[in-house]
């Protein structure tokens, strides 16, 4: 028997909620694993481990939210609390060896491409094994050729979000990157959904599969899941906002440095002018008058210098004359 499916129970609420949420965690993922590549100060296992957890916490969040408007008609729904777990643990390892592949490596395009179909593995990982944890009165099954394109739109967009976050810097670079990964975790949740389709049981009588699997509704089941990685998502969160250099970038560092009055020294040239030239970087003062007569040998006066073997010679038939 065909089972009604229903995606959308309270309208675009949960489509809205879930791609927040997947932006939020790619945003601050991102920005933790480019921290790391950025300074070589920091603390990298630290920042890495932090990044692949916070980008895992968002894959999953974001499907288990996107899960609170999934309904079949007529069939309560539970889910394996084992197999849910996994899912998230599966997110973390998958997008952390992607992750530490870059930090360890740099981000080159080998890398980075790794990086990307590691992450979009991620998502379809975690989408299907949290389907697999339904516990309903039936089974379901899937459309392969809406698998494939799920699995194309994850593997591409989010090798996407992880070239743009690694290749450019500052604001719009990392919003870009969150708002990429955003549609390749939702855009992945969703066509893959479409590809659902149930096949119910001889025994659909309310009361008895009410005894099988309880009265529970998806929201009250998910929502206490949910709150530690949202909890965890918070944290980061407050982790970012105060750490300056995650807030602004690598290339940002230099107009933070001027609004604090940072004085920045100039590098000095690799073949400095010779002495005596008007484009000395040293204290210099020129003599206007020659300048204005045109006088191509043109006379400068240094401070702290000794005077040249030439100039001495001048100084002492001047002061000759004057006696």
């Not at 379901?140 to 992880?162: F, I, K, N, P, R």
């Not at 992945?188 to 479409?194: D, E, I, L, Q, V």
């Not at 020659?290 to 001047?318: E, I, L, S």
Request: net charge positive.
């Amino acid at each position: 028997m065909q089972g009604t499916v229903e995606g959308f129970e309270f309208g675009a609420v949960t489509p809205a909620a879930s791609y927040l949420v997947a932006c939020l965690g790619s945003a601050l993922g991102l920005r933790c694993v480019v921290r790391s590549l950025n300074n070589r100060q920091s603390w990298k296992p630290g920042w890495l481990a932090l990044g692949a957890a916070t980008i895992g916490c968002g894959i999953w969040t974001m499907h288990f939210v996107a899960m609170v408007g999934f309904r079949i008609q007529g069939i309560p729904i539970d889910y394996d609390s084992r197999l849910t777990s996994l899912s998230l643990v599966l997110a973390i390892a998958m997008v952390g060896l992607g992750v530490f592949a870059v930090g360890y490596r740099g981000a080159t395009p080998v890398t980075l491409t790794a990086a990307g179909i590691l992450t979009g593995l991620a998502v379809v990982a975690t989408h299907y094994t949290g389907m697999a944890a339904i516990e309903l009165n039936g089974s379901l099954d899937h459309d392969s050729l809406m698998v494939s394109a799920s699995v194309l739109l994850a593997v591409t967009a989010a090798t996407a979000a992880v070239w743009t976050a690694a290749s450019y810097r500052g604001f719009p670079a990392a919003l870009g990157a969150a708002l990429l990964m955003g549609v390749a975790l939702t855009g992945t949740h969703y066509t893959a959904m479409a590809a659902v389709e149930v096949h119910l049981r001889g025994a659909t009588d309310a009361s008895y599969v009410s005894g099988l699997y309880g009265n529970s509704s998806p929201a009250s089941i998910l929502l206490p899941m949910l709150i530690g990685p949202v909890v965890f998502l918070i944290l980061a969160g407050v982790v970012v906002m105060f750490d300056p250099q995650l807030m602004l970038g690598d290339g940002d560092r230099s107009r933070s440095s001027r609004r604090r009055g940072t004085v920045v020294v100039p590098e000095r040239p690799a073949h400095p002018p010779r002495t005596g030239s008007l484009f000395d970087p040293r204290d210099q003062r020129v003599d206007v008058r020659d300048q204005r007569a045109g006088v191509p040998d043109q006379r400068v006066a240094v401070r702290g210098r000794q005077p040249a073997p030439g100039d001495q010679r001048a100084g002492r038939h001047t002061s000759s004359r004057g006696r």
